[in-house]
C-alpha cells in the first residue's frame, strides 16, 4: 500500500480558494491513479475527482465540475486539488485516495490506500 498525507484544507468564506495537496510515499507512485472524495457529517463518502496514471487524463463530480481542478506532480509524489468558488455545500472532511487495480475511477470500493482526511469548511 502506498502511504498518503493531505494538507490544505482549512476555513474560506463562500466564493473564496483552497488548494489541498496529498503527498503520496512510494517509488511507483506515478503508476497509481489518485483521487479525491469528500465526506459531510451524515453523509457518505462521495467522489469529487481523480487523475490517470500519466496525468493526461481527469475525472469530476458533476457538482465541482468547472470549479475544482486536480493534478499531479510525480515528481514530488504529490497530488493537488485546486477548489475555487467554493460553497457551503463543499464543506466535508476531503480524502486522498490511490488506486493499484482495476475498476471505475468513480467508485469508492475501487481505491485501496487512504489518507486520512482533511477538512474544509467553507462559509457563507
Known amino acids: 500500500q502506498v502511504q498518503l498525507v493531505e494538507s490544505g484544507g482549512g476555513l474560506v468564506q463562500a466564493g473564496g480558494s483552497l488548494r489541498l495537496s496529498c503527498a503520496a510515499s512510494?517509488?511507483?507512485?506515478?503508476?497509481?491513479?489518485m483521487g479525491w472524495f469528500r465526506q459531510a457529517p451524515g453523509k457518505e463518502r462521495d467522489f469529487v475527482a481523480a487523475?490517470?496514471?500519466?496525468?493526461?487524463?481527469?475525472y469530476y463530480a458533476d457538482s465541482v465540475k468547472g470549479r475544482f481542478t486536480i493534478s499531479r506532480d510525480s515528481a514530488k509524489n504529490t497530488v493537488y486539488l485546486q477548489m475555487n468558488s467554493l460553497k457551503p455545500e463543499d464543506t466535508a472532511v476531503y480524502y486522498c485516495?490511490?488506486?493499484?487495480?482495476?475498476?471505475?475511477?468513480?467508485?469508492?470500493?475501487?481505491?485501496?490506500?487512504w489518507g486520512q482526511g482533511t477538512q474544509v469548511t467553507v462559509s457563507s
Open positions: 487523475i490517470s496514471w500519466n496525468g493526461v487524463s481527469t
Open positions: 512510494g517509488r511507483i507512485f506515478r503508476s497509481y491513479v
Open positions: 485516495a490511490a488506486k493499484t487495480r482495476g475498476g471505475s475511477y468513480y467508485t469508492l470500493a475501487s481505491y485501496d490506500s
